[in-house]
């Protein structure tokens, strides 16, 4: 699978779990030299806190494009250490 924005690939994996049809990509799969932290923050009843990252690519911000969970609740364990992506990112075989 390939997570896709402004035309740039900005994470590759053929490891990935997919839940609530969101692909998580293992967080080694992730190209960083695109990702930059953000203060946002959500609640999962059953996921736990989830963190976010901005994607900057070729000069243009995709704000809080990609979420993870530091600590999933324990029904969420499948999806520690990944990242999955949303707000126009396109994730494709």
């Known amino acids: 699978m390939k997570a896709i924005w402004n035309n740039t ?4 994996s053929a490891d990935t779990v997919v839940v609530e049809n969101n692909h998580y990509f293992p967080a080694d ?3 960083r030299e695109y990702f930059e932290d953000s203060i946002a923050g959500t609640t999962c009843p059953w996921k736990g806190r989830a963190s ?4 900057r690519v070729n000069g243009e911000l995709n704000k809080d494009a990609a979420w993870f969970y530091p600590e999933p609740k324990e029904a969420a364990q499948q999806i520690k250490g990944r990242v999955a992506f949303w707000k ?3 994730v494709v075989p």
């Open 52 to 55: 976010y990252y901005s994607l």
């Open 29 to 31: 799969s992730v190209k």
């Open 9 to 12: 690939v900005v994470a590759e």
């Open 88 to 90: 126009g990112v396109q």
